[in-house]
């Protein structure tokens, strides 16, 4: 019974930061810290697109975090293992970031965590969206 609760849209100007949090449970500690949690964006007629993941490399869980290109130096994706928690901080807003955001977890991280159909659980999304 693995569970992600996305929180933290909301309706804002262009500029403007938000903060989206994913709560996962039905899983411990120890579970959920080896969890690539990835973050995805879908807007009306569109595909769902990656945005960012958290991933560990290798065993030793040292997480590393990739990013599309659209958000680089402006969205920060991280992670409280003690909380079972991954966070998406998004600063300077733009339009085009509208849509709704879910959370991701891929069980077994691959390479192909930039496509969706790599993860095995999904929040129901939290809807960003962003005025000019």
């Known amino acids: 019974q693995v569970q992600l609760v996305e929180s933290g849209g909301g309706l804002v100007q262009a500029g403007d930061s938000l903060r989206l949090s994913c709560a996962v449970s039905?899983?411990?500690?120890?579970?959920?810290?080896?969890?690539?949690m990835g973050w995805f964006r879908q807007a009306p007629g569109k595909e769902r697109e990656f945005v960012a993941v958290?991933?560990?490399?290798?065993?030793?869980?040292?997480?590393?975090?990739y990013y599309t290109d659209s958000v680089k130096g402006r969205f920060t994706i991280s992670r409280d293992n003690a909380k079972n928690t991954v966070y998406l901080q998004m600063n300077s807003l733009k339009p085009e970031d509208t849509a709704v955001y879910y959370c991701?977890?891929?069980?077994?991280?691959?390479?192909?965590?930039?496509?969706?159909?790599?993860?095995?659980?999904w929040g129901q999304g939290t809807p960003v969206t962003v005025s000019s």
């Open positions: 991701a977890a891929e069980q077994f991280p691959s390479s192909d965590y930039g496509t969706p159909k790599a993860y095995d659980y």
């Open positions: 958290l991933r560990a490399s290798g065993s030793s869980l040292l997480y590393r975090t």
């Open positions: 039905g899983v411990s500690g120890r579970t959920f810290s080896n969890y690539a």
